[in-house]
């Protein structure tokens, strides 16, 4: 099964060992030290990138390693460094110390880094314990260990609009007629266990960036159902389009489903409750389901968009009030 977090252990390379080592040179009897240093060891390295959009591979190693710094070799010469691992995770990638719990690193934007493991220190050849007391040592350093951590990678998606609402209400239906994206749609609770992400066309040079996020039950925000899973990603997202089914087949009334959803995120995070969030009325394919809308609109006070992806009815009107609340602006006529 998919998960949006892993947990790897990285070990970065170990420092070459110094050289003791003399200058051995014909008329030249007693060369002084030449023991070149060793090379560090190779650090491990997180990359942010749009080049993945999951955890998956990642979790499948659960090891990464960095080489061993070369050791010093004599005249001189420095060893070589040890060959660094980069691991590229999506962005939105959270880095958290396993052993402690502390975060690392929030990798929230592409072609951020972080050296989650630096490589050990290459030693000291003899060549630099010389002095004038001390002109023949015989003395080196070995090269000290790499870092070995164990993290905890944990993925917070990143969208524009992210579609919440009660499982069924009709999200994956929306994103799947918005977008190229191809979410399981089906006739049961938590068809949606992962997050899915589309890009919709709004306009002849405009888009957004929509997420299908997990569906939500009473509970959430204490970790029902799929609780707080759901809920991280939420905090991504700059607009929220509430997704309310009115149709005949609706398991509960639509103020019913209104109350749990803004009641969870209230719960949740404050800071979230406040965000724009748009009230869409989905399934909107008779005259009945219409005025449930119309009822849910004088329930909430506020406007509802109605709408029905299987038709097409409404969801362009609803794109371009989307990008409205994300952009502040109107989008180029279609």
Excluded: W
Aim: aromatic residues 4%; positive net charge; proline residues 5%.
């Amino acid at each position: 099964m998919f998960r949006d977090e892993c947990e790897i252990e990285v070990v970065a390379g170990k420092g070459g060992d110094g050289l003791v080592s003399f200058r051995r040179e014909k008329f030249v009897p007693r060369g002084g030290p030449d023991g070149g240093d060793g090379g560090d060891g190779g650090d491990v390295t997180l990359l942010a990138t749009d080049r993945t959009t999951s955890l998956l591979a990642i979790g499948r190693r659960r090891r990464y390693a960095g080489t061993d710094g070369r050791p010093g070799g004599p005249s001189n010469k420095a060893g070589g460094r040890g060959e660094d691992v980069v691991i590229e995770v999506p962005v939105g990638t959270q880095v958290f110390d396993r052993e402690r719990g502390n975060l690392l690193k929030d990798l929230a934007r592409c072609d951020e880094r972080l050296v989650i493991a630096a490589g050990g220190r290459g030693g000291r050849g003899n060549a630099r314990f010389a002095n004038a007391v001390r002109q023949a040592p015989r003395r080196a350093e070995t090269g000290r260990p790499g870092e070995r951590r164990l993290v905890r990678l944990e993925l917070k998606l990143i969208a524009e609009v992210g579609l919440v609402g009660l499982p069924n209400a009709g999200k994956s239906t929306l994103l799947a007629a918005i977008s190229e994206a191809r979410p399981k749609i089906a006739d049961y609770a938590f068809t949606t266990l992962v997050p899915h992400v589309g890009i919709a066309a709004v306009g002849p040079f405009e888009s957004l960036v929509v997420a299908d996020l997990p569906g939500l039950i009473e509970g959430a925000a204490q970790g029902a159902g799929l609780g707080h899973r759901f809920l991280k990603h939420v905090e991504r997202c700059k607009v929220l389009l509430h997704l309310i089914d009115v149709s005949a087949s609706a398991t509960m009334s639509a103020g019913e489903a209104l109350r749990i959803i803004e009641a969870e995120i209230e719960r949740y995070s404050s800071d979230i409750a406040q965000r724009p969030r748009l009230l869409v009325a989905t399934k909107c394919e008779d005259e009945a389901a219409l005025e449930r809308a119309r009822g849910l609109e004088r329930l909430a006070l506020r406007p509802v968009i109605c709408i029905s992806a299987a038709t097409g009815r409404g969801v362009r009107e609803l794109l371009r009030e989307a990008y409205r609340s994300v952009h502040g602006r109107e989008p180029a006529p279609a």
